[in-house]
């Protein structure tokens, strides 16, 4: 039995000692960058929104230099592709444009990316999203293949200012970029949020006369009957005098 004690000891202790003995570093994060034949982008930690993607572009270069992926309707093109959406299709993202956009459902699992036949790589991501409940602040870059999701890259404290791109780059911080294009549409709807309001001011100054007119029509109409009431009460007056 104290043979019995003395190997449970030993054991013990070995146990022990493997805990407090110091381990080797764990080995840096190497991403993912095998060709693929679908590249996504999809939000870490889950929103209580839906994500909203004005304009999405991945890029084969790790510093988003160059043509980002063309998508299109030809066999050997780039097909957009995404999780369940709640308003727009994946084609809003990418078409260049400002005025439409892509939107998912209020669910777990957030997606939007791109499919070829032939397998690819991503190493480089812009995005501009709307901003506050709509954004995501944490998003994966994952290759699927094979009917698996594997991680290429995370970014937390992704940037969502409003009108502003988000340069998502392999190995990188998320970095706030504007380019040529997007300056002049910026400044273009910065030209037309002032002119509505220009307009709504005027229109609001056209109502506010348009009222003060007719209160002025409502005041000489009042004053008009009032004059008439006391006309009349006058004469009702001078005709009791007359009569005996």
């Known amino acids: 039995q104290s043979i019995q004690l003395a190997q449970g000891a030993m054991?013990?202790?070995a146990i022990v000692a493997s805990w407090i003995q110091p381990r080797e570093p764990a080995e840096c994060f190497v991403p993912d960058q095998r060709p693929a034949k679908q590249w996504r982008l999809r939000v870490a930690k889950p929103l209580y929104n839906s994500w909203s993607v004005r304009n999405v572009r991945f890029f084969e270069f790790s510093d988003c230099s160059g043509?980002?992926?063309a998508v299109g309707n030809r066999s050997?093109?780039?097909?957009?592709?995404?999780s369940c959406r709640g308003e727009g299709t994946p084609w809003g993202a990418f078409d260049e444009g400002y005025e439409t956009r892509w939107e998912s459902f209020q669910t777990?699992?957030?997606?939007i990316g791109v499919y070829r036949r032939a397998p690819f790589v991503v190493r480089c991501v812009e995005l501009l999203q709307d901003p506050f409940q709509h954004a995501a602040q944490s998003l994966y870059l994952q290759r699927f293949h094979k009917g698996a999701a594997w991680t290429s890259w995370r970014w937390d404290h992704v940037s969502y200012v409003?009108?502003?791109?988000t340069r998502l780059a392999v190995g990188k911080l998320p970095k706030l970029v504007r380019s040529e294009e997007d300056q002049v549409f910026f400044d273009a709807?910065?030209?037309k949020i002032a002119a509505d309001k220009q307009a709504r001011d005027e229109a609001e100054r056209e109502e506010k006369r348009?009222?003060?007119a007719a209160e002025r029509v409502e005041w000489a109409?009042?004053?008009?009957?009032r004059e008439q009431k006391l006309q009349r009460q006058r004469k009702r007056k001078q005709q009791k005098k007359k009569d005996p």
């Open 11 to 13: 054991q013990l202790g």
């Open 189 to 191: 709807i910065r030209d």
């Open 108 to 111: 777990a699992d957030q997606w």
């Open 221 to 225: 109409r009042q004053d008009r009957e």
């Open 162 to 165: 409003p009108l502003n791109r």
């Open 210 to 212: 348009k009222r003060d």
């Open 67 to 69: 043509e980002p992926l």
């Open 76 to 82: 050997d093109a780039f097909h957009p592709v995404a």
